[in-house]
């Protein structure tokens, strides 16, 4: 239920500026990822990741996500991409820093 609702709130966040006309998740024998959402007009991928723990996310969960999108084939070669990653508990004050410092990084 939790990935239910951080894809419905991608709709609502204001920072992130496209309708995407495929939202759904992706998976293959070694990989998932909870959220992926296409925008084709302007050839913009979204990756998301719900963690529902009770300990904060921190930069690893990115950096697995970063590594997990390179399995994704669609206009692999010339897309723009963003990350998304929901948590229950919050975030590091390392993945804070991250986020502040990257244009396609959205906590």
């Not at 590594?67 to 004050?93: A, C, H, M, P």
Request: aromatic letters at 14%.
């Amino acid at each position: 239920i939790y990935e239910d609702i951080c894809r419905e709130m991608l709709f609502q966040n204001k920072r992130i500026p496209f309708h995407f006309s495929k939202v759904g998740r992706y998976w293959d024998k070694n990989t998932e990822i909870d959220i992926v959402a296409i925008e084709e007009e302007e050839n913009v991928i979204l990756f998301g990741e719900c963690k529902y723990w009770s300990n904060l996310v921190d930069v690893d969960v990115f950096y697995d996500l970063v590594e997990k999108s390179k399995k994704v084939l669609w206009n692999r070669e010339d897309r723009k991409e963003i990350f998304v990653l929901f948590s229950i508990s919050g975030y590091t004050q390392r993945l804070l820093a991250l986020a502040g410092e990257r244009g396609d990084l959205i906590l």
